[in-house]
């Protein structure tokens, strides 16, 4: 698949990377329709986020549909539409 990679700050490139694999019972994968750029985005790309190293892949917010979910997800299946937000909750508790 294609994607954004971080190379440093100013540097960054479309890159065919593997596709996701399923690696823990509480994964998912969205394949992504449409996204847009996110303030954080730009701090990243300008070497400001010191936890951003190279190679990092970009991207955190999206819409796309589910194509695979690890055996432990309950409350999504394949086909599900989603949005996919940097900042989440579990759903289940309060906070």
Known sequence: MKALV???PG????EEVPDPQILAPTDAIVKIDTTTI???DL???GGDVAAVT?????????VGHV????DSVQNFKVGDRVIVSCITKCGVCEY
């Open 6 to 8: 971080y190379h440093g």
């Open 11 to 14: 540097k960054k490139a479309w």
């Open 38 to 40: 996110c303030g954080t």
């Open 43 to 45: 701090h990243i790309l």
């Open 54 to 62: 190279d190679g990092r892949i970009l991207g955190h917010e999206g």
């Open 67 to 70: 194509i695979a979910v690890g």
